[in-house]
């Protein structure tokens, strides 16, 4: 479904293009969570990249791309932990470009935050922007446990009452190049090779328990959670798990057992787009899987772009190809023609 691109050192780096791929990836290569769902919140070709390097019980992930990703998953299961810190990598900032932790918005703390180490929800959501690089660490919970309990601190009193600190620019700066030199991303931003050699010198748990040490003085970000977000991941996963049948407001309304109200007032402080758009674009992801793999196709019983089109229930055709083509920049058949070319012969 997704190729691997390289493999640097003990890190492995992947190319995605749609958030499908995204998904496959994180499923089968690394251990952080379980159930992951992602949509890409704008229309446009996705180009993403995600770089991960196992361990043991830890791990180590980089996730970039040019379009904003809206990602949701279980908590971890067992006595799992993982923190994540920020990068801002866009070259032109959007004035409307906001980041959403549960019901946060952290988009004027990129260079301040250390994230993701609450258990207080059963599921976690993220919207990403475009540009934004989220740099994670994922590693059993005793090991964060006794870095803190070297600096006189506890993990609960914070992720009891925040997924996210406020901490110094200069101690996520550690954290920061740990994970970098892990995944081998200095010289893929041009770090210097005095910069990687000081990560070195680091452990990602000293990092950790300065980041925390760091916060003590400042307030955390409350942990909001409310049902209507927690909606978002019901319908992400309903629209996944049923592409193929028909999808109306009030029907969607109706297995979600909530209201109009609670559905696109949560999906407009998540995402900022509504829940229709949303089943629309998982919709036109499985239409591409299906156009550019031939044994989708077979399975389905599916052989032309307009058999493909009905199943997945577009009506209109014209409509069908406008929207296709602003998702993807290409038209339907022309993704098909090349799954075409590329059958071997018999």
Known sequence: M????????????????????????????????????????????????LRVANG??????????????????????????????LIDERKQIKATTQIYNYSNSLSGVLDTILTGFSKAPNFRFFHLPSGIRNLTYHCEETKILEALKNEGLQLDPYRTKSNTILSTTKSLDAFRRVVKNRLNLHEHQNSSSNDSEESKQETIEAAIAACFRESQKQNPIPLKMIQR?????????????????????????????????SLCQGYKESLGIGPMEVLKNIRLEHVHQAL?????????????????????????????????????????????????NQQPPN
Not at 60 to 73: A, E, G, K, V
Not at 233 to 261: C, M, S, Y
């Open 2 to 49: 997704a190729a691997t691109v390289t493999r640097s050192t003990d890190s492995q780096i992947w190319k995605f293009s749609t958030s499908h791929e995204l998904i496959h990836i994180l499923k089968n290569s690394t251990s952080l969570a379980e159930d992951f769902l992602a949509i890409q919140t704008e229309i446009g070709p996705l180009d993403g990249e």
């Open 56 to 85: 043991n019980k830890s791990g180590y992930i980089s996730l970039i791309s040019n379009q904003p990703l809206f990602i949701c998953s279980k908590t971890f299961s067992g006595s799992s932990i993982c923190l994540s810190a």
């Open 229 to 261: 977000h927690e909606l978002c991941k019901d319908l992400l996963a309903w629209g996944f798990n049923n592409p193929d049948q028909p999808q109306t407001l009030e029907g969607v309304i109706k297995e979600l057992h909530t209201t109009r109200a």
């Open 292 to 340: 550019k793999d031939p044994k989708i196709r077979q399975q389905l019983n599916l052989k032309s772009v307009d058999d493909i089109r009905k199943h997945y229930g577009f009506q209109s055709r014209g409509n069908f190809a406008a929207s296709y083509a602003n998702y993807f920049e290409e038209r339907p058949y022309a993704t098909m023609k090349k799954s075409l």
